[in-house]
């Protein structure tokens, strides 16, 4: 009774995960095959059936279309950048926050978790005006800085938690053995933080990837927008043409399934460790 019991169990769970695996995968699936036909066919045909023509063409046209090769390029180093900074500044001020003692940790420590409660729509215009002040609008850099503020207080709140847990005399028979904080953080707490530092990237990387409204506010150059502003142009005039309308979804979904094909299992490790830790 116990193994029969624990068999169905077993086969109740494996349905329910093949369900949502065929939620999860069937859009995904349905977006490609429509992004081959034509759009007088997908008007005339079922949503459902397969291209009499498969019509590879949707594709150039929509690439040049949307700017993808400079958008994308600018999405690559904005996310680039921003994960790079978020997860090295966030965490070494974590270490200061979580091991370094002093008076004034309590108030910086509190003034970066109130970040986290910041939405970007209550402070998209005070970043406008503030970028525009002091003449980084339509710059790289202005869209940088915001972008990695915005990032840091997670990264900051993830990395003070996870180092608290760090024993206090790993760093101090370090310190006894004559290493600067800074020796101790690059060779032993950071490597110790890989984990937790995976899901701040990954938090940091999707979030900077499919960032769209605070870039449309900080340029207005077309050169240094994001990849999501070039899909973007396929919701106007050519809202109708939906062969090229799907065709720019499936560019711009690409990459994003790219690096958890490429990642997946530090991915899930980060976020368990994160999920643990944090």
Known sequence: MVNKGFSVYKVFIYLVMTIFTILAIYPILWLIIQSFKTTQEYLSSSKLALPKLWFPGNYPYAWRMGKFGVLMANSVFYTAVTVIAVVFLGFMAGFAFAKIKSKATPLLHGIFIIGILLTL?????????????????????????PYVGIGLPMGVYL????????????????????????????????????????????????????????????????????????????????????????????IGMIPMVAFYLVFRKQITKGVAAGAVKG
């Open 121 to 145: 729509q209550s402070i998209m215009v005070p970043l406008f005006l503030m970028v525009n002040s002091v003449g980084l609008y339509n710059t790289r850099l202005g869209i940088l800085i």
């Open 159 to 250: 990395g003070t938690e996870f180092m608290k847990s760090i024993p206090d005399a790993l760093i101090e028979s370090a310190r006894i053995d004559g290493a600067k904080y800074l020796r101790i953080f690059a060779s032993i707490i950071f490597p110790m933080s890989a984990p937790v530092a995976m899901t701040v990237g990954i938090l940091t990387f999707t979030g900077t990837w499919n960032e769209f409204m605070l870039i449309n506010i900080l340029t207005s150059n077309d050169n240094i927008k994001s990849l999501p502003v070039g899909i973007n142009r396929f919701s106007g005039a050519l809202a109708s043409d939906y062969g090229k309308q799907f065709s720019a979804l499936v």
